[in-house]
Nanobody, 121 residues
């Protein structure tokens, strides 16, 4: 019964920036993982980035390394995804997920409503 609310999407030109936010319900543990996924039309949902709530572990898919930054605000139970140098290939609906880490990242079946990111060339 986790509630996740994504926001911050929009339409930008290539090279622009957006910051996504995901406010999640608790509880949060050190091995809680907040992750960002995206799904483009006709494609499967893919993992973009995630972090453990302890802040000791972060991951990025190769296609966004150096451009996206994931962060958290413990007081607000919120995870962010700062997206710079956006490319048309980044166009997708971005979803937030709350899972856990036990040797590997295990996303849950809890998803937010998603937020649309559209990048034009």
């Amino acid at each position: 019964q986790v509630q996740l609310v994504e926001s911050g999407g929009g339409s930008v030109q290539a090279g622009g920036s957006l910051t996504l936010s995901c406010a999640a319900s608790g509880p949060f543990y050190s091995n809680t993982v907040m992750g960002w996924f995206r799904q483009a039309p006709g494609k499967e949902r893919e993992s973009v980035s995630y972090l453990t709530w302890s802040g000791t572990r972060t991951f990025y898919t190769d296609s966004v390394k150096g451009r996206f930054t994931i962060s958290r605000d413990n007081a607000k139970n919120t995870v962010y995804l700062q997206m710079n140098s956006l490319k048309p290939e980044d166009t997708a609906v971005y979803y937030c997920n709350k899972g856990y880490y036990s040797g590997r990242y295990s996303p849950s079946d809890y998803w937010g409503q998603g937020t649309q990111v559209t990048v034009s060339s």
